[in-house]
């Protein structure tokens, strides 16, 4: 009783360090690594056990929205880049991350900011039927 009660406290702190390092890096296998736990031995927790899976659900979210910060951060406010002359730093300059910009409001806005595709149906109808529509209507 003693041994499996040791053994159920060994299990729920590889657990909770396991779902710590996971919210804080995203990365399962690190966060197996950290907890000296196996990949299988995880996915077979959230099969089976459903406090955990929900606990795994939201360190997944939380690294995500830990990511987003960041790249919300980095287009926003920018990152301070040294600047050297003759092997001399000389100062620093703000760059900001467009790409980031972009990213955010796509999925913040999609419907505004998503990549407009024109897609003609006349180049299809050439190549298959052989013929330009236009020359029928």
Not at 57 to 83: Q, Y
Not at 96 to 123: G, N, W
Request: net charge neutral; glycine share 6%; hydrophobic share 45%.
């Amino acid at each position: 009783s003693d041994l499996v009660a040791r053994s159920a406290d060994v299990v729920a702190r590889a657990r909770e360090r396991f779902l710590r390092v996971f919210a804080q890096t995203g990365n399962v296998s690190q966060s197996c690594k950290t907890a000296g736990v196996g990949r299988a031995t995880v996915y077979e927790w959230q099969e089976h056990d459903a406090e955990f899976a929900i606990g795994f659900r939201d360190a997944s979210i939380r690294a995500t929205e830990a990511l987003e910060h960041e790249a919300w951060r980095r287009a926003k406010d920018g990152v301070a880049e040294p600047v050297f002359q003759h092997g001399k730093q000389i100062g620093v300059v703000q760059r900001y991350s467009d790409q980031l910009l972009m990213f955010l409001l796509r999925a913040r806005a999609p419907e505004k900011y998503r990549e407009k595709v024109d897609v003609s149906i006349t180049p299809v109808i050439k190549a298959v039927a052989g013929f330009d529509p236009a020359d029928v209507l």
